[in-house]
């Protein structure tokens, strides 16, 4: 697609430069130009005096072709990929294991002991009384001279120049915040609860004496006594219910800035400053100094003395001993033989196919369109109008 419309962008410029080419410069004189020839070759006409003449312009309309990139919705055909299960037969073989008896010969090891006569050598250690001759070392003393070096300090005095600082004072300002407070009225909203009676009424219970007429059995006479009976009646109840309300409430608000303030500080600078003087340095010098000192050494000293020496003789001895080996023996056992026999067996399984549907759907294409446009251009032209037309 981009290919496409590169390949067609291109073609139609170079439509454009030849089609603007023709309208524009018409068609020319044979001759390049009427100053290099006296005359002209077609009809005579240019010499050297129309040569000298000023060049003459005309209007033209010329014809210029521009692209135009639009948009526009296409139809086009896209395959999308639909799965559906299918189930098939289908055939595998599976190893199945068999086990054989079989009988075999096989070797078996036993051990067994017998007794067997043996000779061997043994060391046998005795000690015997030998003159030897020895070296032993006795520790002597003596006196021997010798020479060591002695380091003396000693004192020269030197001039040198000695680097030392003075302390000068000065006053330099600087800049500090301070931090002021200030009081500010500030209006708040304030949500306080106020309580509002309400009447109500409410069920109460109370005692009541009612004469009661009785008759007493025994004279005859009626008297009146008094019961007391519960009644229900309804009275009057004050309630004191919360209503919140808003009020505006100025208070004293305490702020701070900060304001810069300058002032001045002494400072205390080290400055250097060089000076000669004496001073006593310490130096060192060898003197070699000679004295006694006691050596020690070892003077060796032979002598003869008599050693038990621990000598070994050889002799051999013969025994009975036990002795182990193995003997084979070949006896015949019974062992499963384990074989593997393929088995042909047949199933059902179930399988994803994937297919592709076909599906219009409305894209949109940028193509390229050349839009013809014509302009008005000033074109030079040659003083003969015989030869350009």
């Given at each position: 697609?981009?290919?496409?419309?590169?390949?067609v962008m291109?073609?139609?410029?170079l439509?454009?430069?030849?089609?603007?080419?023709?309208?524009?410069?018409g068609?020319?004189?044979?001759?390049?130009?009427?100053?290099?020839?006296?005359?002209?070759?077609?009809?005579?006409?240019?010499s050297?005096?129309?040569a000298?003449?000023?060049?003459?312009?005309?209007?033209?309309?010329?014809?210029?072709?521009?692209?135009?990139?639009?948009?526009?919705?296409?139809?086009?055909?896209?395959y999308?990929?639909?799965?559906?299960?299918?189930?098939?037969?289908?055939?595998?073989?599976?190893?199945?294991?068999?086990t054989?008896?079989?009988?075999?010969?096989?070797?078996?090891?036993?051990?067994?002991?017998?007794d067997?006569?043996?000779?061997?050598?043994?060391?046998?250690?005795?000690?015997?009384?030998?003159?030897?001759?020895?070296?032993?070392?006795?520790?002597r003393?003596?006196?021997?001279?010798?020479?060591?070096?002695?380091?003396?300090?000693?004192?020269?005095?030197?001039?040198?120049?000695?680097?030392?600082?003075?302390?000068?004072?000065?006053?330099?300002?600087?800049?500090?915040?301070?931090?002021?407070p200030?009081?500010?009225?500030?209006?708040?909203k304030?949500?306080?609860?106020?309580?509002?009676?309400?009447?109500?009424?409410?069920?109460?219970?109370?005692?009541?004496?009612?004469?009661?007429?009785?008759?007493?059995?025994?004279?005859?006479?009626?008297?009146?006594?008094?019961?007391?009976?519960?009644q229900?009646?309804t009275?009057?109840?004050?309630?004191?219910?919360?209503?919140?309300?808003?009020?505006?409430?100025?208070?004293?608000?305490?702020?701070?800035r900060?304001?810069?303030?300058?002032?001045?500080?002494?400072?205390?600078?080290p400055?250097?400053?060089?000076?000669?003087?004496?001073?006593?340095?310490?130096?060192?010098?060898?003197?070699?100094?000679?004295?006694?000192?006691?050596?020690?050494?070892?003077?060796?000293?032979?002598?003869?003395?008599?050693?038990?020496?621990?000598?070994?003789?050889?002799?051999?001895?013969?025994?009975?001993?036990?002795?182990?080996?193995?003997?084979?023996?070949?006896?015949?056992?019974?062992?499963?033989?384990?074989?593997?026999?393929?088995?042909?067996?047949?199933?059902?399984?179930?399988?994803?196919?994937?297919?592709?549907?076909?599906?219009?759907?409305?894209?949109?294409?940028?193509?390229?369109?050349?839009?013809?446009?014509?302009?008005?251009?000033?074109?030079?032209?040659?003083?003969?109008?015989?030869?350009?037309?």
């Amino acid at each position: 697609m981009k290919w496409s419309i590169r390949l067609v962008m291109v073609m139609g410029g170079l439509a454009w430069l030849a089609a603007s080419a023709d309208a524009s410069f018409g068609r020319r004189c044979r001759v390049t130009c009427c100053e290099t020839r006296p005359a002209c070759v077609t009809c005579g006409a240019c010499s050297d005096a129309s040569a000298k003449t000023e060049p003459k312009f005309e209007e033209r309309t010329i014809v210029e072709y521009k692209p135009v990139h639009k948009e526009r919705e296409v139809k086009r055909t896209i395959y999308k990929p639909v799965q559906r299960e299918i189930k098939e037969d289908y055939t595998w073989v599976e190893m199945q294991t068999e086990t054989t008896p079989q009988k075999q010969k096989c070797i078996d090891w036993v051990m067994k002991e017998k007794d067997v006569q043996v000779t061997y050598n043994v060391c046998t250690p005795y000690t015997v009384q030998e003159e030897q001759e020895r070296v032993r070392y006795e520790c002597r003393t003596k006196q021997v001279p010798y020479t060591y070096n002695v380091c003396i300090p000693y004192t020269e005095q030197e001039k040198r120049t000695v680097t030392r600082y003075r302390i000068e004072t000065k006053q330099v300002p600087y800049t500090y915040n301070v931090c002021i407070p200030y009081t500010e009225m500030v209006t708040e909203k304030q949500t306080f609860c106020r309580w509002v009676p309400e009447m109500t009424t409410r069920e109460v219970t109370r005692a009541c004496k009612v004469p009661v007429v009785t008759v007493d059995p025994c004279t005859g006479c009626s008297r009146t006594c008094w019961t007391t009976v519960q009644q229900t009646c309804t009275v009057p109840h004050c309630v004191m219910k919360p209503v919140t309300e808003t009020r505006d409430v100025t208070r004293c608000v305490t702020k701070y800035r900060y304001e810069p303030r300058t002032e001045m500080r002494t400072v205390c600078n080290p400055v250097p400053y060089t000076e000669e003087c004496m001073v006593n340095v310490c130096k060192y010098r060898w003197e070699p100094r000679t004295e006694m000192r006691t050596v020690y050494e070892s003077v060796p000293v032979r002598e003869k003395v008599m050693v038990n020496v621990c000598k070994m003789k050889v002799e051999p001895k013969t025994e009975t001993r036990r002795v182990c080996e193995w003997v084979p023996v070949e006896k015949e056992v019974t062992i499963n033989v384990a074989t593997c026999k393929p088995v042909e067996k047949k199933g059902t399984r179930t399988r994803v196919v994937c297919e592709w549907k076909p599906e219009e759907v409305t894209v949109k294409e940028a193509y390229c369109e050349w839009e013809k446009t014509t302009r008005t251009v000033k074109v030079q032209v040659c003083g003969c109008s015989s030869c350009c037309r």
